[in-house]
């Protein structure tokens, strides 16, 4: 039987991964409208996010997810009702599967659920997967076979770490670290440092440039801002070093997160995640100098793929493609009866 319109989202805080099985292609859009003052939609996903900290007072860009959940209903349903008659991209009445944060609660699950069948995109079936079980398979691993596979996904908001034995998850936590946690404290470190103003999208761009390497070379980069003192935009070198040292504590804490749930599994899996080390997926992974650091904080072998970033949606795509991993993935009406 041809399928069609059959598709497997990755809904993240900072994009939106698509993948279209007849079109077998993914695509991805910033998770990001903006709106003007009586609410009307003026451009979503990359075309709104490149207005972000650009726009007149009187326009306002919304990052509709918030730590990996909907918080913001009507502009995410806005921006995939934009999507839908963008024509080319969804089609109503598709079969959906998506990845989820796997401690959701019932209430946020159902938002996701209702994105899908309530809104345009009228979902004919919706099936989640844990994100973390979906990584995993996007970074090529066998996890119907494996006892016992640790992966860490380092998002925009948030840090979900999960542990997966014989296809299923075991333990799983999630925590509110990511890279716009990260750009706001890059922020605030330039401000007290410097005086000095500058925006997330300056410290993102920042971020990515210089990463985390243990850079004693007093190479400065040169950053646009605001001066505090005379109140004029203008630009300042700054030591690279300074995203390191903005990031020190949140680190540490990823850190300590990562060998705490290591040390709460079973001696059985532990013994296997020692051994093999551990899976990073997530945009964050790209961050120069990351891998490195939590391999030598850990003391463990850290994987990643090319693009840690498109794992999720790379394993979706295989669950919507192979019969055996289809299974997997669980049917929202049948839980939601379960919980009703
Ligand atoms: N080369 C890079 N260096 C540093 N950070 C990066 C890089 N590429 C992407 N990121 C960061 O990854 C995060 C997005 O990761 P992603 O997994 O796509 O997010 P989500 O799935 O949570 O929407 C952003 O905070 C972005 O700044
Ligand atoms: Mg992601």
Not at 227 to 242: C, F, M, N, R
Not at 273 to 279: A, C, V
């Amino acid at each position: 039987m041809a399928k069609h319109h059959v598709y497997g989202i990755d809904l993240g805080s900072y994009e939106i991964k698509v993948y279209d099985l007849e079109k077998d292609n993914i695509w991805t859009e910033k998770n990001v409208v903006a709106v003007d003052s009586s609410g009307a939609l003026l451009a979503v996903g990359d075309h709104a996010f490149a207005m972000y900290e650009k726009t007149p007072p009187d326009i306002e860009v919304v990052f509709p997810m918030h730590e990996g959940v909907i918080s913001d209903f009507q502009h995410i349903q806005d921006l995939l009702q934009y999507l839908l008659d963008a024509g080319s991209t969804f089609a109503a009445g598709g079969e959906y599967t998506i990845a989820v944060p796997a401690d959701v609660t019932e209430l946020e699950k159902r938002a996701f659920f209702d994105l899908l069948v309530h809104s345009s995109a009228k979902a004919r079936s919706v099936k989640v997967i844990e994100r973390g079980v979906a990584d995993a398979i996007g970074l090529g691993l066998d996890v119907q076979r494996s006892d016992g596979v640790f992966v860490a996904n380092f998002g925009g908001e948030t840090l979900e770490l999960s542990v997966i034995a014989a296809g299923g998850l075991v333990f799983n936590q999630r925590l509110p670290i990511g890279g716009r946690v990260m750009d706001r404290l890059i922020v605030e470190r330039v401000r007290h440092h410097y005086n000095f103003l500058i925006g997330l999208t300056t410290a993102e761009k920042l971020r990515m440039k210089v990463g985390i390497k243990d850079d004693r070379s007093g190479r400065t980069v040169k950053i646009a801002g605001r001066d505090l003192l005379y109140g004029v935009p203008t630009v300042k070198q700054i030591p690279a070093s300074l995203v390191r040292a903005s990031l020190k504590d949140l680190l540490e804490q990823c850190v300590e997160a990562i060998l705490s749930l290591i040390e709460r599994t079973p001696p059985e899996i532990h013994r296997i995640i020692l051994n093999d080390g551990i899976y990073v997926a997530g945009g964050l992974a790209r961050m120069t100098g990351l891998p490195q650091y939590i391999n030598r904080a850990t003391g463990l072998h850290v994987h990643t793929s090319r693009k840690p970033e498109m794992c999720s949606v790379r394993g979706l795509e295989q669950i919507v493609k192979l019969e055996e991993l289809n299974e997997l993935a669980y049917s929202m009406e049948e839980d939601t009866e379960r919980w009703a």
